[in-house]
């Protein structure tokens, strides 16, 4: 299995881009995908998550309005489209696959190698 992540980058204050995650090596519509992010010395946190039919969970507090994960099944890719971005949104970003059930924030299966996003002016 490989989760390969694309589209970090360095960005204004402000400044949008979209993260893509390209799943290989297992069947996609089988598993609940997920975005996640660390920043230099703290743990990793939970962004937001989609399942199978394209059904949303967000953390509220730290991307809420800013931030839409969507997949698209055909292409075997889950996006994240992050817009109105903050110095504190720098982070490597990482995309992860859950096939189980139980909660959406945790016992991810899979994960990519991370694409990393630096805001700052």
């Known amino acids: 299995v490989q989760l390969v992540e694309s589209g970090g980058g360095l960005v204004q204050p402000g400044g949008s881009l979209r993260l893509s995650c390209a799943a290989s090596?297992?069947?996609?519509?089988?598993?609940?995908m997920g975005w996640f992010r660390q920043a230099s010395g703290k743990e990793r946190e939970f962004i937001a998550t989609i399942n199978r039919s394209g059904g949303t969970t967000y953390d509220a507090d730290s991307v809420k309005g800013r931030f839409t994960i969507s997949r698209d099944n055909a292409k075997n890719t889950v996006y994240l489209q992050m817009n109105s971005l903050k110095p504190e949104d720098t982070a490597v970003y990482y995309c992860?696959?859950?096939?189980?059930?139980?909660?959406?924030?945790?016992?991810?299966?899979?994960w990519g190698q991370g694409t990393q996003v630096t805001v700052s002016s």
């Open positions: 090596g297992l069947t996609f519509t089988n598993y609940r």
């Open positions: 992860a696959a859950k096939a189980g059930s139980g909660s959406v924030y945790f016992s991810y299966d899979y």
